[in-house]
Every structure is written in C-alpha cells, then in structure tokens.
C-alpha cells in the first residue's frame, strides 16, 4: 500500500445510524465576463449569511434539471431549459442533521436577468474571489473547481 494513501484505509469513526440524505440541485450562472452568480442566504434561514450557489431541493419524482429550472424561476426570476445546464460536478457533504448531496450545473444561457427574489443578496464575482465569500462546506470545494475550470 502506499504512504500517500494510508489515510484512506484508517477506521471510520463516524456514526454508522443512517443520515437523512437531502438532493439539492445548484447552478454556476456564468455571465459573458465568466463571472459567477453568487446568493447571501437571508436571516431566518440555515445557514442566513454564508454565500451559495443559487438552486434548491428536488422534490420527490423530479429530476435534479426540472427542480433547479424551478428553482432559478422562483429564487431569481429567470426561465432556462434542460439543454442550457452542463453538469459539471457534485458535493457529498454531511451536516449535523443530514446528508448533502448536490449536483452542479453550469449555466451560461438564460431569460430574464437575475434578482434576489428569496436572498438577501446577489453578486457576480470572479472564479478567483470565490473564495473570498464564507459559504457552507459543501460548496467550499466547488469553487476550487470553478476557478481552475472557468
């Protein structure tokens, strides 16, 4: 076996009582300067002020396209379709209290232009300056690959 991959074979220690495991669908709107859509989570909500990927939970018997459509409409008020999303990658990420899986589309063609209908805030911020936004752990790697990607 080798050294660099030891800590791959050490003990689970976590839990092994099943986690609710929650579908999120997300999107990277990429505008035509390759900056990124960014949203602030608002008060009252889990995780109000940390910055996300715009997108939201897939209800059961929709597909993770069909619920992000949905949800860009209702969080943003812009229309995109099936053919405009590349998916590009997702995050696996345990919480307190669930599971997160979350596949990430990139979204460069949509209608309409973009408004904080259900956030507290929107920008369009560089591959590069994602970083400087605190977001949840599960989006933290996604930005890494946006920003060698984009």
Do not use: N
Request: glycine content about 6%.
């Amino acid at each position: 076996m080798s050294d660099s991959l030891s800590g791959c074979w050490q003990a689970d220690t976590r839990s092994s009582a099943p986690e609710r495991i929650v579908l999120v669908a997300a999107a990277a709107l990429i505008d035509h300067d390759g900056r990124v859509l960014i949203a602030k989570r608002p008060e009252g909500k889990a995780m109000a002020g940390l910055w996300e990927f715009p997108g939201g939970k897939v209800k059961d018997g929709e597909t993770p396209e069909a619920a992000l459509i949905r949800e860009l409409s209702e969080e943003l008020g812009i229309d995109t379709r099936v053919s405009c999303l590349a998916p590009i990658a997702f995050a696996s990420h345990s919480y307190d209290d669930f599971h997160l899986l979350m596949p990430l589309y990139v979204c460069r063609v949509w209608q309409g232009t973009p408004q904080a209908l259900e956030h507290a805030e929107l920008k369009w911020v560089a591959p590069v300056r994602l970083r400087d936004y605190p977001m949840p752990e599960a989006d933290i790697p996604l930005t890494a690959l946006l920003r060698d990607l984009l």
